[in-house]
C-alpha cells in the first residue's frame, strides 16, 4: 500500500540528515520559516504522529489529523475518492478554493516540512492556519514523494 510505505519514509526522516536535493528547496525555506513565525505553538514531533501498531503497520494519529482539519478550517476526507458533482473539492481545483484534504495532502504536507530546517532544528512539524501555506507544501512534498522510489 502506498500509504503505509510513505509514512515509513517519513518515519526514517527524524533519525537520518535529508540528502535529497530539489528544485523547490528556496520555496520550502521561505514557507516554513513564515510558518514558524506566525504559528510555533501549534506543532507535533513525527513520533507523536505515527502510531506503531506493528513492525509492518504504522498509523496515523487521529488527533493530528483533527488538528490539521481544525487550523485550516477544511474537511477531511481520508483516502476515499469524493464524488465531485460540483468539483469543489477536486484536486484539479486552485488550492484556495479547495473545501477538503486527503490523508496524503497531509503526508505530502509533513514529508515537505520534515525536509525542512526549521525542522531539522526543532524536530517538530509545525501546523499552518493559513491554506496557502498548506497547499505550497503540499505540492512541494507530493514533488519530493514522487522522486521516492516504491511510491
Known amino acids: ?74 474537511f477531511f476526507i481520508g483516502d476515499q475518492e469524493s464524488e465531485n458533482v460540483c468539483f469543489a473539492n477536486s484536486i484539479e481545483v486552485r488550492p484556495e478554493y479547495r473545501q477538503s484534504l486527503r490523508l496524503i495532502d497531509l503526508l505530502d504536507y509533513i514529508y515537505a516540512f520534515a525536509h525542512s530546517y526549521v525542522f531539522k532544528e526543532s524536530q517538530k512539524i509545525i501546523l499552518t492556519s493559513e491554506t496557502d501555506f498548506f497547499w505550497k507544501l503540499v505540492k512541494i512534498g507530493s514533488n519530493l514523494r514522487k522522486q521516492l522510489p516504491d511510491i
Do not use: P, W
Open 1 to 74: 500500500m502506498i500509504v503505509q510505505l510513505y509514512l515509513n519514509k517519513i518515519e526514517v526522516l527524524q533519525d537520518e540528515e535529508s540528502k535529497t536535493t530539489f528544485s523547490d528547496f528556496d520555496d520550502l525555506e521561505l514557507c516554513t520559516q513564515k510558518i514558524k513565525g506566525r504559528n510555533s505553538d501549534l506543532s507535533f514531533t513525527l513520533d507523536f504522529l505515527l502510531n506503531k501498531q506493528t513492525q509492518e503497520c504504522t498509523t496515523v494519529n487521529t488527533e493530528v489529523i483533527k488538528m490539521f482539519s481544525d487550523h485550516l478550517g477544511l
